[in-house]
């Protein structure tokens, strides 16, 4: 079974740029999550899907960021501009259903802000 | 609110010795706990979780962790780690609302000696 797919791996960008990361989940997974890492910290979650819907997005900056999932599949997570604390790795996540689901985690796309 | 404290930013132990990674966390509810590795440059992988019953949880790599709802902690352990178990360990609970959220402590970061 494949695992959850990030795109790039990396990314350099100077700030006030934009940057879009995309995400394609575990075949059949309804939920899909995005999470930030800054460097020694555990992740934070940023905004949760429910098929094509939004559960959660309470700690979505939203003058910046911005993500949707269309038709309940591949998603993007975009900034727009970025700004130096952004620098971080972004991690995507899915899990097939609702309740205590386990979550399974992509690779991650690591964010460099100049 | 919800939180998950790791007390060691840091642990070293050398090779064959034996290894517990301390996890307190703070939720109002009977808690949904889970312990995640990320080695570098990848994703977090599911260690093992703990969602009800016995609460000596056994996962995979030979981790073992216990919940103390007394102690609210859900300490990882394991008798005798191998240099691959060096990476960054995170602890989390779950808290259900219709999907999984899912907060983390800020890691420990352990190191083998050989």
């Known amino acids: 079974e494949a695992g959850v797919a990030q795109s790039p791996r990396y990314k350099i960008i100077e700030k006030r740029q934009s940057v879009a990361f995309w995400c394609n989940p575990i075949s059949g997974h309804a939920t899909l999550y995005w999470y930030q890492q800054i460097l020694g910290q555990g992740p934070k979650l940023l905004i949760q899907f429910q098929n094509n819907g939004v559960v959660d997005d309470s700690q979505l900056p939203k003058d910046r960021f911005s993500a949707e999932r269309l038709k309940g599949v591949d998603s993007t997570l975009k900034i727009q501009p970025a700004k130096l604390e952004d620098s971080a790795v972004y991690l995507c996540?899915?899990?097939f259903g609702q309740g205590a689901s386990e979550q399974f985690f992509g690779p991650g796309t690591r964010l460099t802000v100049l | 609110a919800q939180s998950v404290t790791q007390p060691d930013i840091h642990i070293t132990v050398s090779e064959g010795a034996s290894l517990e990674l301390r996890c307190n966390y703070s939720?109002?509810?009977?808690?949904?706990l889970f312990w995640y590795v990320q080695s570098p440059g990848q994703g977090l992988q599911l260690l093992l979780k703990y969602f009800s019953g016995d609460t000596l949880v056994q996962g995979i790599k030979g981790f073992e962790a216990e919940f103390k709802r007394s102690q609210s902690s859900f300490n990882l352990r394991k008798p005798s780690v191998h240099w691959s178990d060096a990476a960054e360990y995170f602890c989390?609970?779950?808290?259900?609302?219709?999907?999984?959220?899912?907060?983390f402590g800020q890691g420990t970061r352990l190191t083998i000696n050989p």
């Open positions: 989390a609970v779950g808290i259900i609302q219709g999907a999984q959220k899912l907060v």
């Open positions: 939720y109002g509810a009977t808690p949904y």
């Open positions: 996540a899915s899990s």
